[in-house]
Each structure stands twice: as C-alpha cells, then as structure tokens.
C-alpha cells in the first residue's frame, strides 16, 4: 500500500509546488496562529476575539510556522504533506470493513481524486479535518474490537478536535449514539465516547462564552431557535434519564433490533433537525430550489470529483451490505446520512469550491473502493461460469475500464500541469509574492507600533509577515448607514450609496441596483484620525474592482503620498491593477480630487441617473455628485466606449 500511495501523493504534492497560491483564508489562519502563540487569543489584528472557527487549525500554522519563520510557501508545502495521511487513514478503515484490497483501491483513490489532490489553496483546513473525522471513525471501530472505554475516549476527543478544526464536522456528533446502535458498542463505551468529546470541547466553549458572552455555534441561531433547541435538549435529557431510571434504556438495548431502531432514529432525527438549523441560520436557503441545486452540481461539484457516475453504484453497494445486517457497513451508511444536513447546507450556499464536499466525497471512494474489490472476489471464485461470475467480472472490467484511465489522466495533470507556464511564464494572480516584497519594506521602513489602515485582500498576509510588528486595522468604507469596514461585504443588501452618495469620493463601486459602495477623502482621514494611524496599505480586490487603482487620486490630492509600490504578476484578463501599494498621510489639506471608477460602474450610473432624472437631467446629477470629474481605469473596448460617454458629461475625465 505504502509505495502506490506515496507515488500518487509525491506526484500531487509536486503539483501543488507549482500551481498553490495563497488566498484570504490563509492569512486569516496565519495571523490567528501567531496570536495564539504570543498569547493574544485567536484573533485577527491581536484585538477582537474571532471565534467563529476553532484553534485547532491555526494553533497547527501556528507551530509550523516557529520551525519556518513566517514563510508561507514552506508552512503550506508541510500542511499538504500532512494530507497523506488521510489515504492512509481511509485505507485502514476499509481494510476493516472489506479487506486489503479494497483497503488499497480506497487508499488509492483518495490520493488520486479527492478534492483537495488539485486543491490550490495553501493552507487547506478540510484535509485536517478529514483526517481528524477519519482517525474518530477508526478508534471507533478499534475500541469495539479491543472492548478498551480509553479508545472510545479517545475516539469522542478526536470528534471534538475534528469539530473545533472545522464547525461542519459537528454533523457527525451521533456517532457515538450510532456506535452504540449498530455496532454494540456498551453504553459504558458510549458514555466514555461523548466524555472524552466533552473535555475536549468543553473549555473552547467557555472561552467563546468568556471572550464573546456567545455560545459557540449556537451563537449564531436566532433567539427563538436558540430557546427552542436549549428547550430540545433539556426534554431529550429529561426523557432519557426517566427512561434510564424505569429500565426502559437497558430494555432496549438488551435487544440487537431495539438499539439498531433507536441508533437509525436518533440519526434521522438528527440529520431532519440540523438540516432544518442550518437552512434557518442561512440567508441563501430561500434561493434554493431544485433547479439551481441541479445547475450548481452539475457545474461545480461534478466537473470537480473524477468518476461521479460510480459513486452512486457505490452508496447502493452499502445500503446494500447494511440491509444484509452487517454491522460495519450500517455503521458506514449512518456516517453518509449524517453528512446530508452539510450538503444541503453547500446547496443553499453554492461555493465555488467543491472542497467542502470533501467528507462525504471521502466516504463514498472508500465504499466505491469496496465494491470494485467485492465484484474482482466474486469474478475470481472457483465456480462454474454461471451469470453471477460472469457479471461481476463484466462489472469489475466496467469500473477498471472507466478509473484506471482517468487515473492516468491525473497522473499526468500532476506531472504536467503549470498554471504560470500557461500563462506565459507569470506567477499566478494570488501567488505571495507581491505579498512578501511589501511585508519587507513595512519591516524595514515602517516604525514598529505605527498605525496602518488596510484593505481586505493580502492584509492578513502582510501583516504576518511582518510579524504584527504595526497597528492594523481594516479599512471601513462608505455606507448609506454608516462607514463600515470592508472585511463583511462592503455594504447591506439594498443600501442605495446612489442616492446618498458622499462627499469627496475617491473611489466609487455601484452594480446595476444602484447599489454598491464608496471610498471618500473624509472617511478615510476620520478613520486615520481616530486610530492614530499615517499609513494606508490598498491591495487588489476582485470584490472591490479599481480601489487598489485609486491610490494615484488619493495622492494627487495632496493628502498622501505613495511610498511603496508591490506590483502583482500573472492577471492578464483584468482591467484592474494588481498589486499593493502603500501611502503615507501627509498632513496636508486635500485638494480636488476625481473619482475613480470602473467602466462597469459608470455604466450602471448613467442607467440610474437616468432612471432618477430622465434624460435631460441625468448629466447634471452625475456632474453633482462628482464635481470634480471621474478616472476611468482600462483600455479595453468597454472601458474606451464609457470614457468616451463620460467625456460627454464631465470636463474631467482620464
């Protein structure tokens, strides 16, 4: 098993030293790994407490990164590497349920085509995750055979490190209940199971609770829902310990059917419940609908996950093999079901990532696993060549014939493959570079302790690498309500920034709502004002288009001046700039000052001035509200015919 797999995962691994970049999420987990070392907490900026996640993922970069010294393509090389062992971990679990060949197939297939083997991103929390999910499962599984309460502990405090690594993981809590159901697991081992869960999980809690006055997780539920899921679970407890103290509980499972009946129902239950929970706490869930579930699947998930079509024959296999009253598999198909409540929830959201499919993806190769190896045992049996031989050996040559070319085919991606190559030798677009030349110069050239006001993209990165040595703090942008950093999405869903569009902008943002965001002199210089802060650091931001290009009007103001230029390789499709840039306040007054903008935008405000004013009154708004003219950035066909329109309108347009 070792070899096939550290080819296959040496080969993936060699992939991702080509083609990872470094998104948002990993400097968030960098920044949060280094305050909890320097003992401020698991924060962003060492200030507010971000216990939306657990530590577990951030205290692992975070002790990396002392071996390291804050470089992230090394911190990044080393989490991937620890990825191989979730093949390893999937291979002993199905070894269990199907033997070592279909241990191998499983393991195989785990390192060629789960989502995270072509997963670019640096720092990737679910492959932990998996692995922590994977290594609960299996002490499960030993702790039955070794009739040992120590490894059902261990088990529930695996489950808990699982959870406070990544929230979702939580859909798996009944496990132990499913364990005691269908495996015959003593209630001493259950008992022993949630124990070991609780100890682990217990002090996160109170923290969040001490830091936050919040609930982890529960939190972020409405009051009535969490009145009502506290008042569940009280009558669930209530009801219990009656049932325990009449008998009824030693009853039932006294009797193999009363506690496999009791295991499924608490797993319905609770997948019916969760699912109904995390749709009541998502705002897109009233978007969801057959259709865009179809059309999110079949663009985004399928194309991600090689071989879909035998993943299906795959779960039938083991609903199969637990109607058949195998222990193991009904334990294996209750482990499926509970990830239901999670995949509707990634219905609702449509990620663009298929990533987050990534447990349920796992489970579902370890079964595909089983079933090729069932139908090679059953082609090979020494029987007469009677139909049952002959289509397992039909089926086993089907499922061959469909993966081992497209194993071949990753193969080669992952010798191969170069995104910078293709695109001319650049880096890619979200490569550190840039990055790691601003965090330089900020070492050398800004004092430590100094205030630095930033945009969203690449700060958390930034400010890492140099260490936290500065005062961060997030750029807040100009709302209808109120000024509002740029971290959460700029503005409310239906803030119209046309109608009340601020003084002074220097950056201006609208979609064709009329609604969007702005960037203005008075805002920014209240902001720097209050936090004691001179410099301000704008990076690329694809949510943001054109306000890392507003740095030359803020300038041109007299107001800043630009001290640091990190220019950012590889987008050859965009109009915007990349890069970072720093600027410095100069203390001067600011003078006239365009506003920068995109085509896009000055599309769409032409459309809502005109729908405002009509015809004849739209240019006059439009010269009110930018008195002293508009930047238009781009030299593309869209952006020439919009700068030739503003030119109609403002005496000021470049």
């Known amino acids: 098993m070792g070899p096939l797999v550290l080819a296959i995962f040496g080969a993936s691994l060699l992939w991702f030293a080509r083609n990872n970049r470094v998104f948002v999420d990993d400097g968030l987990y960098?920044?949060?790994?280094?305050?909890?070392?320097?003992?401020?907490?698991?924060?962003?900026?060492?200030?507010?407490?971000?216990?939306?996640?657990?530590?577990?993922?951030?205290?692992?970069?975070?002790?990396?990164?002392?071996?390291?010294?804050?470089?992230?393509?090394?911190?990044?090389?080393v989490l991937r590497a620890l990825a191989v062992l979730n093949p390893i971990l999937l291979h002993l679990l199905i070894r269990r349920l199907a033997g070592p060949v279909a241990g191998l197939l499983a393991a195989a297939l785990a390192a060629a085509f789960s989502y995270t083997a072509v997963l670019t991103q640096t720092l990737n929390v679910d492959a932990v995750m998996v692995g922590l999910l994977l290594g609960a499962i299996l002490l499960v599984i030993?702790?039955?055979?070794?009739?040992?309460?120590?490894?059902?502990?261990?088990?529930?405090?695996?489950?808990?490190?699982?959870?406070?690594?990544?929230?979702?993981?939580?859909a798996l809590l009944p496990m132990g209940l499913a364990a005691g159901g269908l495996l015959g697991w003593p209630a001493r081992s259950v008992a022993w199971h949630y124990a070991g869960l609780a100890a682990v999980c217990l002090p996160w809690w109170i923290y969040v609770l001490v830091s936050s006055g919040e609930v982890y997780l529960v939190g972020q539920l409405s009051t009535a829902l969490a009145v009502a899921a506290a008042a569940g679970v009280l009558l669930a407890g209530s009801l219990g310990l009656v049932l325990w103290r009449r008998g009824t509980v030693a009853d039932v499972y006294a009797s193999e059917r009363g506690r496999a009946a009791v295991a499924w129902a608490a797993v319905g239950l609770w997948v019916v419940v969760l699912t109904g929970l995390l749709l009541s706490t998502t705002p897109e869930a009233g978007e969801l609908t057959l259709g865009s579930a179809e059309s999110y699947v079949r663009k985004r998930v399928l194309p991600a996950t090689p071989v879909w079509y035998l993943l299906g024959p795959a779960f039938l296999y083991v609903v199969v093999r637990a109607l058949q009253r195998h222990r193991l598999w009904s334990f294996y198909l209750a482990l499926i079901l509970m990830q239901i409540p999670v995949c509707v929830l990634l219905l609702a959201l449509r990620y663009t990532l298929a990533r987050q499919f990534l447990v349920v993806q796992t489970l579902l190769y370890g079964a595909l696993a089983a079933l090729a190896a069932?139908?090679?045992?059953?082609?090979?049996?020494r029987r007469p060549w009677a139909s049952p031989r002959a289509l397992a050996a039909v089926a086993a040559g089907l499922i061959a014939v469909?993966?081992?070319?497209?194993?071949?085919?990753?193969?080669?991606?992952?010798?191969?493959?170069?995104?910078?190559?293709?695109?001319?030798?650049?880096?890619?677009?979200?490569?550190?570079?840039?990055?790691?030349?601003?965090?330089?110069?900020?070492?050398?050239?800004?004092?430590?302790?100094?205030?630095?006001?930033?945009?969203?993209?690449?700060?958390?990165?930034v400010a890492y690498q140099t260490g936290l040595d500065q005062s961060w703090e997030?750029?807040?942008?100009?709302?209808?309500?109120?000024?509002?950093?740029?971290?959460?999405?700029?503005?409310?869903?239906?803030?119209?920034?046309?109608?009340d569009?601020?003084?002074?902008?220097?950056?201006f943002r609208l979609d064709g709502e009329c609604t969007g965001a702005a960037m203005s002199l008075g805002t920014v210089l209240a902001q720097m004002e209050?936090?004691?802060?001179?410099?301000?650091?704008?990076?690329?931001?694809?949510?943001?288009?054109?306000?890392?290009?507003?740095?030359?009007?803020?300038?041109?103001?007299?107001?800043?001046?630009?001290?640091?230029?990190?220019?950012?390789?590889?987008?050859?499709?965009?109009?915007?700039?990349?890069?970072?840039?720093?600027?410095?306040?100069?203390?001067?007054?600011?003078?006239?000052?365009?506003?920068f903008m995109t085509a896009a935008t000055v599309g769409h405000a032409i459309k809502c001035s005109r729908a405002e004013?009509?015809?004849?009154?739209?240019?006059?708004?439009?010269?009110?509200?930018?008195?002293?003219?508009?930047v238009i950035s781009g030299e593309k066909p869209i952006s020439r015919f919009y700068r030739a329109r503003a030119e109609q309108i403002f005496s000021s347009v470049s």
């Open 613 to 630: 004013h009509g015809e004849e009154g739209y240019a006059e708004r439009l010269r009110s509200t930018f008195p002293d003219g508009v």
């Open 402 to 461: 469909i993966v081992v070319p497209t194993a071949l085919g990753r193969g080669r991606y992952f010798v191969t493959y170069d995104r910078g190559a293709l695109e001319g030798g650049k880096p890619d677009n979200q490569l550190n570079r840039a990055a790691r030349d601003m965090s330089d110069y900020m070492e050398k050239n800004v004092p430590a302790g100094e205030g630095v006001i930033s945009s969203w993209h690449y700060s958390y990165q």
């Open 374 to 381: 069932a139908l090679l045992y059953a082609a090979l049996e």
């Open 501 to 507: 569009t601020p003084a002074r902008t220097v950056w």
């Open 142 to 170: 030993v702790a039955l055979d070794r009739s040992d309460v120590r490894l059902a502990a261990a088990s529930g405090a695996m489950l808990a490190l699982a959870i406070l690594t990544k929230e979702t993981a939580l």
């Open 530 to 595: 209050r936090t004691s802060s001179d410099y301000l650091l704008l990076t690329s931001d694809r949510r943001h288009p054109g306000l890392f290009d507003s740095a030359p009007q803020l300038a041109a103001s007299g107001a800043f001046e630009i001290v640091h230029f990190s220019p950012l390789e590889g987008d050859v499709t965009s109009d915007n700039g990349q890069g970072l840039v720093l600027l410095r306040r100069t203390g001067r007054e600011p003078g006239p000052t365009p506003a």
């Open 30 to 77: 960098l920044l949060e790994g280094l305050n909890l070392l320097e003992g401020r907490g698991v924060s962003i900026f060492g200030d507010e407490q971000e216990t939306i996640r657990g530590p577990v993922f951030p205290l692992m970069v975070g002790v990396v990164s002392l071996v390291f010294d804050r470089d992230v393509g090394a911190i990044g090389m």
């Open 474 to 499: 997030q750029l807040d942008l100009d709302c209808p309500e109120e000024p509002r950093s740029l971290v959460a999405t700029a503005c409310g869903t239906g803030s119209e920034i046309w109608t």
